[in-house]
Structure formats: structure tokens, C-alpha cells
């Protein structure tokens, strides 16, 4: 069986595609509440290499220095147990996205211990390097089940690294001089 492609066809299915990526756009600058796949293709958050330095520019010192490539091989050691994509998926750790400006304790539908709701701060890039440095010291009786990283460029590398990848792409446009996706502004 042959089935044949005419050009029109092909037409046809390029408009279709693209009226479905701009019904995604629009569903999410909507709705940013729903929770849905959709938001995944609606907000990639992979920069050029332009972009990340840019963006890494705005970041406070040291971690404006950082190297991000370095940041990401240390997230292996977080991966198991939290996401950072837009699709907000809890495991067995809360997902990080959004993380920077989240107060501690906070994310809707993760289930938390008291020590950590109790640790009552915002995660910046401090609060973020102490407690990395030693969760169960700073954050006592925590059941994040895990050791810390000591090592200070391994965590500046990782905070900068995460504050890039975790920070919704709408909210760093302003500090990308070119291309801040489409998020941002209405399409005509
Ligand atoms: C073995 C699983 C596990 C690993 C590995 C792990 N975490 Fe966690 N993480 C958790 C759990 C569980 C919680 C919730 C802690 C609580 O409620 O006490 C948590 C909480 C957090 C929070 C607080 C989030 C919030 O919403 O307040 C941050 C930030 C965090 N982890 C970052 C990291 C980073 C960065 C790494 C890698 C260096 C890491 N975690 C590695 C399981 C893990």
C-alpha cells in the first residue's frame, strides 16, 4: 500500500501543527494553574549559550561564574528524588521548579515534614547554598534523605545550574536581551 503525500497535504498538516503549539502558548499564559503535559512543550527552558550567559551575568557573585555545565552533573545527585521541569511532578521529593522566591515548605499537593514547613525561609541562592551544605544539620528532622555536598564550588556550580533551569522562562525574559520566548507577548 502506497499512500501518497501531494504538496497541498503537506501544507495542511504544517497549519495544523502550528495552530496546536499556539493553542498551547495561549492555554498556558492563561492558565497557570493547569498542571497539564502541555506546559512541558509550552516552556522549554533550554537557553542558547548567548542566553545562559546573560542570564548568568544577573546572578550574585560567586554564582555569577559559575560554570552550568558542572552545575548539571552535580544535579545527578539530586535527580532521583526531585524534578525541575515545568510539569511540576512530585516524587519522592518535592519538584524544584519555581524554586527561587518558593518560601520552604510550601508546594501544593507535596506532603512535607514539620521541620521543613518550620524552616520558614525563602529559597534563594543563600538559604539554598546553607542548606545543601548540611540538610539535616539546617533543617532538623528533615526526611530529605541526603548527606549534603561540602564542597563549595560543587554547590555554587549546582545553585546557579538550578536557578537557570528552575526559574519560569517568562520570569527571566526580562533579563534575556534576545529571543525571551514567545511567553511573554501576545502573538498577533
Ligand atoms: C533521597 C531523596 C532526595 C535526594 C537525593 C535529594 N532530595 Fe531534596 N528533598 C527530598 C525530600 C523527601 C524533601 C522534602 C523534605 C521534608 O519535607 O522534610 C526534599 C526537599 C528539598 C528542598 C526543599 C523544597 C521545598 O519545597 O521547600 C530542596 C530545596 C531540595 N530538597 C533540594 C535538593 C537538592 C538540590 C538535592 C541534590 C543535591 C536534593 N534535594 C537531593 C528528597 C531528596
Redesign the pocket.
Known amino acids: 500500500m502506497t499512500i501518497k503525500v501531494h504538496p497541498p497535504a503537506t501544507v495542511l498538516v504544517l497549519v495544523a501543527v502550528l495552530a496546536i503549539s499556539i493553542a498551547g502558548c495561549q492555554r498556558h499564559q492563561g492558565a497557570d494553574n493547569d498542571s497539564g503535559t502541555s506546559m512541558v512543550m509550552a516552556e522549554p527552558t533550554d537557553y542558547s549559550p548567548s542566553q545562559k550567559a546573560a542570564i548568568l551575568e544577573t546572578f550574585p557573585a560567586p554564582y555569577n561564574t559559575a560554570d552550568l555545565a558542572a552545575g548539571e552533573k552535580?544535579?545527578a545527585?539530586?535527580?532521583?528524588?526531585?524534578t525541575i521541569t515545568p510539569d511540576r511532578m512530585n516524587?519522592?521529593?518535592?519538584?524544584?521548579y519555581g524554586?527561587f522566591g518558593?518560601?520552604?515548605?510550601?508546594?501544593p499537593g507535596?506532603?512535607?515534614?514539620?521541620?521543613?514547613?518550620a524552616?520558614n525561609v525563602v529559597?534563594d541562592f543563600g538559604t539554598?547554598d546553607t542548606?545543601?551544605n548540611a540538610?539535616q544539620q539546617v533543617?532538623k528532622?528533615?526526611?530529605?534523605?541526603?548527606t549534603?555536598?561540602q564542597n563549595a564550588t560543587d554547590?555554587h556550580n549546582?545553585?546557579a545550574y538550578?536557578a537557570l533551569e528552575t526559574t519560569p522562562r517568562s520570569e527571566s525574559a526580562g533579563t534575556v536581551s534576545q529571543g525571551a520566548s514567545s511567553q511573554s507577548q501576545k502573538l498577533p
Do not use: D, N
Not at 545527585?77 to 526531585?82: F, P, V
Open positions: 552535580q544535579f545527585k539530586c535527580r532521583a528524588c526531585h516524587m519522592t521529593g518535592p519538584h524544584l524554586l518558593r518560601k520552604s515548605g510550601t508546594e507535596y506532603t512535607y515534614t514539620e521541620a521543613m514547613t524552616h529559597w539554598l542548606y545543601i540538610p533543617v528532622g528533615t526526611k530529605m534523605g541526603y549534603g555536598i554547590r549546582l545553585i538550578l
